[in-house]
């Protein structure tokens, strides 16, 4: 499978953003996807993560309450919708896909499939 990530882009601290994450192929629905990122200088960290029906999800502490996760297997994409955006959360964004698709994974080692990442710069 093959991902595209877009959506990135520079924005005031308070604003929001929409990533999606296109993946070609059929066997999307069976992927639990999640989204990672890497601020320069640092290591690339979990962000949240969906399983393959949507019906669990998981979120890194500091994105609790602000940031949401949605699939459309119909469109083969999911979606990183991103509310009260901070400077922290500026940094290249991932979308991953896991074949074990029923399992949450919050580990990069954990996922199969990588798409090429989206800039996200929040400004103060």
């Known amino acids: 499978v093959q991902l595209q990530a877009s959506g990135g882009g520079l924005v005031q601290a308070g604003e929001s953003l929409r990533l999606s994450c296109a993946a070609s192929?059929?066997?999307?629905?069976?992927?639990?996807m999640g989204w990672f990122r890497q601020a320069p200088g640092k290591e690339r960290e979990f962000v949240a993560a969906i399983t393959w029906s949507g019906g669990t999800t998981d979120y890194a502490d500091s994105v609790k309450g602000r940031f949401t996760i949605l699939r459309d297997n119909a469109e083969s994409t999911v979606y990183l919708h991103m509310n009260g955006l901070k400077p922290e959360d500026t940094a290249v964004y991932y979308c991953?896909?896991?074949?074990?698709?029923?399992?949450?994974?919050?580990?990069?080692?954990?996922?199969?499939?990588w798409g090429q990442g989206t800039q996200v710069t929040v400004s103060s």
């Open positions: 192929g059929h066997a999307f629905g069976n992927y639990a």
């Open positions: 991953a896909a896991d074949i074990y698709g029923a399992t949450i994974a919050t580990k990069a080692s954990e996922y199969h499939y």
